[in-house]
């Protein structure tokens, strides 16, 4: 009997190793919680629709989801026109929408006027997302990026903070002139180091703002530092 229990563990164990990528690839489209999660995904999408774009008529009940950026969509008609959505965080990608606002604000000429957009230095990235429940109101993104020399030291921690609170204050003064800003973060990269998964190794400290309240150094300085 102990013999045949070994076996039949032994054929499981084969099974489990034949079958079990195949039930990671079908899963992986699905997104995070599996089916739940792209059934929520949808109704946010088309809850979002229905306000903002009532003429749009959602394309099924499914949300897809995206391997390579990550998070969900949903795809509309528009008369003969196709759209779609995209949602992540809890809010919703709107592409045509974002463009219309960056416009609007200039945000672009703004961040390239004010020296926030260096190529090999630094850069500074804008999105504006939207909640369903409040698709009035854009909830909007800054995330700043920069680096070090590969001949320069590599600074400790206490340098690189304050090397990240330089930048963040000077990106966040100039663009909340512009916007309110919800949510805030920012990296930095030294040249020749690497992840450890490999990649560039980025050091980054985002800061989530309520309603009113603004970054401060003590933001960058105290926040929790997060590494890939």
């Known amino acids: ?15 489990l190793l034949l079958v079990g990528p195949l039930i990671v690839f079908v899963l992986l489209p699905l997104g995070f919680p599996p089916v739940i999660g792209n059934l929520m995904a949808a109704r946010a999408m088309k809850e979002y629709a ?17 391997l390579v950026g990550g998070g969900y969509y949903l795809s509309f008609s528009d008369g003969d026109e196709k759209r779609s959505l995209g949602y992540g965080g809890l809010v919703v990608e709107d592409k045509g929408r974002e463009e219309a606002l960056r416009k609007k604000l200039d945000i672009d000429s703004v961040i390239r006027r004010t020296g926030l957009w260096v190529p090999d230095q630094n850069i500074t990235m804008w999105s504006a997302r939207w909640s369903p429940q409040m698709p009035d109101e854009a909830v909007i993104s800054v ?4 680096y070090g020399g590969v001949d320069e030291p590599i600074p400790d921690e206490a340098v690189m ?3 990240m609170a330089d930048q963040a204050m000077l990106a966040y003064e100039v663009l909340a002139a512009h916007c309110p800003i919800h949510r805030f973060s920012v990296r930095y990269h030294h040249r020749g180091t690497e992840g450890k998964q490999g990649g560039m190794l ?12 603004t970054v401060t150094r003590d933001h960058i300085l105290t926040g929790e530092l997060a590494t890939n």
């Not at 995330?143 to 920069?146: P, Y």
């Open 143 to 146: 995330d700043v990026q920069f």
């Open 161 to 163: 903070r304050e090397r």
């Open 1 to 15: 009997m102990e013999g045949l229990g070994q076996k039949r563990l032994g054929v499981g164990l084969t099974l």
């Open 50 to 66: 229905a306000q903002v774009h009532p003429e749009w008529r959602a394309q099924g009940h499914w949300a897809g989801y995206d």
């Open 202 to 213: 980025w050091n980054r400290i985002t800061v989530d703002l309520p309603q009113g309240e």
